[in-house]
């Protein structure tokens, strides 16, 4: 506890740090508040709550804001929408490609068309948000109530990313990652008292074996992702002027889940499709209302088959288009460095690939594993709400988000010349000598 409390007076002692903290604080605040701002022409009384399927989960990444029909009722999911669309592009279109490499005017311009991107998806998502809203909630006419929502949901997304930006810039953490994270932990609370209400007096037993289950769970995706697979390389011996400087030892690191929590979000969108295709036939084939049925239940052993299968196909996916062995092998070329034992080029990419294989399949069985696990604890008696936070995207994203925070915040007091957060000064998986970013 005194290790805890002097930390705490380390980080607040560091004006810069002390400074980011409080304006961190200060836009989540902002954030959290205009999640319970109702759309104008909208009579809250009668919204009828919609926590099923990918409402659900919208519902618990944007804290409550979908449900609440709130001027930030998309959040920040158009963005991250339209970032994946050009991370994809990058990789698939050689326009997209040269502006990449084309340093920070590249960025910039892939930055701009992000945000393009993201007001035309945030105008289409709109439409189909205000069809969710029950006709009995509108108070004004649908004509204007629709046109004038359509407006205060762009703006209210582009001012929940102008919000990620500024923490990025002047807080700490990653702003859109951030804002994610406080969506997901402010249903926390609410959770883990209905779930103790649920279990009265004679379940507290189990409910502290719920906690202590959800400990381990959440270590177990620490380790996750913080597991990497350091690859040596080896630096030639290099003169410069008068002075011999000696080859140096560094490592590439792989992840094992190189792919992070990408490959749930792919899945849980391509898992409605069953469900949605056969409605259309439902009242005319016992197959399709079977289909419709057991795919619409998330902990029928058939749903929860075909959604360890999809995370495994896009893991594999994902990864192959975020580390190119080809690239990282032409990046040790020409700086000077190899792999001992083996020979520069396409024998290098090809070692590097196999060894991406071989640890990429663990971790994907794992990040399956870690996906239907709150299915698991539903079919335990965990309640709906709580039993979210066991894993899938929910968890990953804020053991992610939670990580970087206090890297970031580990880093200052280490500039500082304090103690760092742990015991050892450091956090574990950032100690490494790192050759290449990817």
Same mark, same amino acid.
Request: charged share 15%; aromatic share 10%; proline share 3%.
């Given at each position: 506890?005194?290790?805890?409390?002097?930390?705490?007076?380390?980080?607040?002692?560091?004006?810069?740090?002390?400074?980011?903290?409080?304006?961190?604080?200060?836009?989540?605040?902002?954030?959290?508040?205009?999640?319970?701002?109702?759309?104008?022409?909208?009579?809250?009384?009668?919204?009828?709550?919609?926590?099923?399927?990918?409402?659900?989960?919208?519902?618990?990444?944007?804290?409550?804001?979908?449900?609440?029909?709130?001027?930030?009722?998309?959040?920040?999911?158009?963005?991250?929408?339209?970032?994946?669309?050009?991370?994809?592009?990058?990789?698939?279109?050689?326009?997209?490609?040269?502006?990449?490499?084309?340093?920070?005017?590249?960025?910039?311009?892939?930055?701009?068309?992000?945000?393009?991107?993201?007001?035309?998806?945030?105008?289409?998502?709109?439409?189909?948000?205000?069809?969710?809203?029950?006709?009995?909630?509108?108070?004004?006419?649908?004509?204007?109530?629709?046109?004038?929502?359509?407006?205060?949901?762009?703006?209210?997304?582009?001012?929940?990313?102008?919000?990620?930006?500024?923490?990025?810039?002047?807080?700490?953490?990653?702003?859109?990652?951030?804002?994610?994270?406080?969506?997901?932990?402010?249903?926390?609370?609410?959770?883990?008292?209905?779930?103790?209400?649920?279990?009265?007096?004679?379940?507290?037993?189990?409910?502290?074996?719920?906690?202590?289950?959800?400990?381990?769970?959440?270590?177990?995706?620490?380790?996750?992702?913080?597991?990497?697979?350091?690859?040596?390389?080896?630096?030639?011996?290099?003169?410069?002027?008068?002075?011999?400087?000696?080859?140096?030892?560094?490592?590439?690191?792989?992840?094992?889940?190189?792919?992070?929590?990408?490959?749930?979000?792919?899945?849980?969108?391509?898992?409605?499709?069953?469900?949605?295709?056969?409605?259309?036939?439902?009242?005319?084939?016992?197959?399709?209302?079977?289909?419709?049925?057991?795919?619409?239940?998330?902990?029928?052993?058939?749903?929860?088959?075909?959604?360890?299968?999809?995370?495994?196909?896009?893991?594999?996916?994902?990864?192959?288009?975020?580390?190119?062995?080809?690239?990282?092998?032409?990046?040790?070329?020409?700086?000077?460095?190899?792999?001992?034992?083996?020979?520069?080029?396409?024998?290098?990419?090809?070692?590097?690939?196999?060894?991406?294989?071989?640890?990429?399949?663990?971790?994907?069985?794992?990040?399956?594993?870690?996906?239907?696990?709150?299915?698991?604890?539903?079919? #335990?008696?965990?309640?709906?709400?709580?039993?979210?936070? #066991?894993?899938?995207?929910?968890?990953?994203?804020?053991?992610?988000?939670?990580?970087?925070?206090?890297?970031?915040?580990?880093?200052?007091?280490?500039?500082?010349?304090?103690?760092?957060?742990?015991?050892?000064?450091?956090?574990?998986?950032?100690?490494?000598?790192?050759?290449?970013?990817?």
């Amino acid at each position: 506890m005194k290790k805890f409390i002097a930390t705490v007076k380390n980080i607040f002692a560091i004006e810069d740090l002390r400074t980011r903290i409080l304006n961190t604080l200060g836009f989540i605040a902002i954030f959290r508040l205009g999640s319970y701002v109702v759309l104008p022409g909208i009579d809250s009384s009668k919204l009828q709550s919609n926590s099923q399927g990918i409402f659900g989960l919208l519902d618990t990444l944007l804290g409550g804001a979908f449900s609440n029909a709130s001027i930030f009722a998309l959040g920040i999911m158009p963005y991250i929408s339209a970032s994946i669309v050009l991370q994809l592009l990058t990789i698939a279109v050689p326009y997209f490609q040269k502006l990449q490499k084309e340093g920070e005017s590249g960025r910039k311009k892939i930055n701009q068309y992000t945000r393009v991107l993201t007001i035309v998806i945030t105008a289409a998502q709109s439409i189909g948000f205000i069809a969710t809203i029950n006709a009995e909630a509108i108070a004004v006419s649908n004509i204007t109530f629709t046109v004038s929502s359509i407006i205060i949901l762009t703006a209210g997304t582009m001012f929940c990313m102008w919000i990620g930006e500024k923490i990025t810039d002047k807080g700490i953490g990653n702003g859109i990652s951030m804002l994610i994270m406080i969506g997901i932990v402010s249903r926390l609370p609410s959770a883990i008292l209905q779930e103790l209400l649920s279990k009265r007096l004679n379940g507290i037993l189990i409910f502290i074996l719920e906690l202590v289950v959800l400990y381990f769970v959440v270590m177990a995706v620490v380790m996750l992702t913080q597991a990497v697979r350091r690859i040596p390389v080896q630096y030639a011996k290099q003169v410069g002027g008068s002075t011999q400087y000696s080859g140096q030892r560094q490592f590439i690191p792989l992840k094992v889940n190189a792919a992070g929590v990408m490959p749930i979000i792919f899945a849980q969108s391509l898992m409605f499709i069953p469900a949605l295709i056969s409605s259309i036939w439902r009242d005319t084939s016992e197959t399709a209302s079977y289909i419709g049925t057991t795919f619409s239940d998330y902990t029928s052993w058939q749903y929860n088959a075909l959604f360890g299968f999809l995370i495994l196909v896009f893991t594999y996916f994902y990864t192959a288009i975020s580390v190119n062995p080809d690239q990282i092998s032409n990046d040790l070329k020409r700086s000077g460095g190899f792999i001992p034992g083996v020979k520069p080029g396409i024998a290098t990419s090809e070692y590097i690939g196999d060894i991406l294989d071989r640890i990429t399949l663990p971790g994907a069985l794992f990040l399956a594993l870690i996906a239907i696990f709150p299915s698991i604890a539903l079919l #335990f008696g965990v309640t709906r709400e709580f039993s979210a936070f #066991f894993g899938g995207t929910s968890l990953i994203i804020l053991v992610g988000v939670v990580l970087d925070t206090l890297n970031q915040i580990e880093s200052y007091l280490l500039m500082r010349h304090y103690d760092g957060m742990m015991k050892s000064g450091k956090l574990k998986g950032r100690s490494q000598n790192i050759a290449l970013a990817s």
